[in-house]
């Protein structure tokens, strides 16, 4: 087991704390303690319990709990008490007895409270709302709510089994000594580490508690208010990670804002986001609906404030130090209209060949950004007579699902512009830069110039809309897309007439 090492010859745990977590753990990167024990079928057994609890603390992290529980857990996972013998290891006091324990109950028992009386979250049902295509009436609704708190109420309740079942001992103080080492002995750290140590960094993560126990208190803040700044502060570390607080500046405040409009409704409860960095969030969110002009605004609020408290204490220089809120909007964000798009195409005259081509490619073929910028030479083909792109896994290329493997024709404009040429020019990769990178360059250089609640990802949103408002087949749109077909639909999308259908949708596509 890597997670446990012999020193001096006694074991000790260490634990690499994933960059989500570090606010829970003083902005620490590793967790050290020692197991007491020269016995390394012991020391096996503490870890493994150590990583149950660990484990534990990421479950519960990700599906967004109260902050309290957090700390709670963390707290218990710190205080674990350690027995000298293995009979000890198993005489687990009344894991049910445990602060954290309790208060899950009360979470379960609030949860089954609101499923008798059909009081839901009016986000979450919204969103599901918004993906049916008819208005369900308020029987339905009432069930798709309860489907949801039935949901959380069985996934808490599988925690809640995990902590009976003796995953968590009970929080004790640990005043233990073996061989003259305590049970949470300090590692003398070496000269690198004393060096590294002397700068003091304050980060969102080490700078976070500090500020919620000081404005929950200050403010009188509801559970709401405090689940609003946890998740405002998520994405805000998610997209600093340790950075320093005095090195941020203001263009990048703008950008973590602009960022926020690229971040998929509700990614929280969605399995595809499950422990996923803001990179993998954001090369993903071309098929979901994003936050809104409203949404990123609450969450501005919140980091203004905290700005604002972190140059109170000294941790930032700057006075008044804000991100501007955007314009306030009740609808969701719109497509490209042909003349932003005319604006794009004259915007970019002065830019490289292949940033050129990279959005010129999102246009006219609706492709998302990582298909694009993965494309090699091979990949443009030829299928009775029509140039095609492949879009494969061939060369450790990725795609989103097995629905997006497919082979569309190249849209006739691109080759009068010379995309066809410009491929030839290349020998293996089509562009020399990643989704993520081009999105921020895009974001930066040309957003702001067109519309500031529209994305790159909003060319794709452009093509797909332009060709339902033309009435063209659903299947046809999704097979072109890469979108999942029916159970009952099945498309071949290299087959030379299918090759010939797919090119009659772009006769539609004429910006």
Known sequence: MTNIYLRNNIFYYRKSIPNHLKLFF????????????????????????????????????NMSFDIDFIYQLVEEFHNTQLELTEQDLYNTPKPEDTIFALMLEDSIEQLQHNYQNNIFEVEEVEFILNKL?????????IKIGKILLNSKINHLKAINDKINKGLYYKARKINLVKNNLAANE??????????????????????FDKYIKYQST????????????????????????????????????????????????????????????????????????????????KYIIRVNQYLDYMYKIDCIAKENFKIPKLSSDSKKRQNYTREEIQKIENLMQNDTIENQFI????????????????????????IGGTPCISINTKENKTTKTDA?????????????????????????????????????????????????????????????????????????????VGHAQSDKTTFGYSNPINIKLLKGLLDYINY
Do not use: C
């Open 359 to 382: 959005t010129r490619v999102a246009t006219y073929q609706g492709m998302r950004l990582k298909e694009i910028t993965q494309l090699r030479s091979e990949d443009i083909v030829e």
């Open 133 to 141: 295509d008819y208005k369900p009436n308020n029987e339905e609704i």
């Open 218 to 297: 200050q403010d009188n803040w509801t559970n709401d208010t405090l689940q609003l700044n946890i998740r405002a502060f998520k994405l805000l570390n998610m997209y600093f990670k340790d950075k320093d607080l005095k090195d941020i500046k203001f263009d990048e405040l703008i950008d973590f804002r602009d960022t926020l409009l690229e971040i998929p409704l509700a990614y929280t409860t969605k399995n595809f986001f499950k422990n996923k960095d803001l990179d993998f969030i954001i090369s993903n969110n071309d098929d979901y609906e994003t936050l809104s002009n409203d949404t990123v605004n």
């Open 404 to 480: 997006s493997i497919r082979t569309i024709p190249i849209h006739p404009k691109l080759i009068e512009l010379g995309f066809l040429d410009f491929v030839k020019s290349k020998n293996n990769n089509l562009f020399n830069i990643d989704n993520k990178s081009f999105s921020t360059y895009f974001r930066k250089t040309y957003k702001n110039q067109i519309n500031e609640n529209k994305t790159l990802y909003s060319l794709r949103h452009s093509f797909i809309d332009t060709l339902i408002q033309s009435n063209q087949k659903m299947e046809h749109i999704k097979a072109f």
């Open 26 to 61: 003083k902005n620490k990167t590793l967790y050290v303690r020692t197991l007491s024990t020269k016995s390394k079928k012991l020391a096996l057994k503490y870890a493994t319990l150590l990583n149950n609890k660990f484990n534990a603390i990421k479950e519960v992290y």
């Open 186 to 207: 300090t590692i003398t750290p070496t000269k690198k580490e004393v060096k590294e140590e002397v700068k003091v960094v304050n980060t969102i993560a080490s700078t």
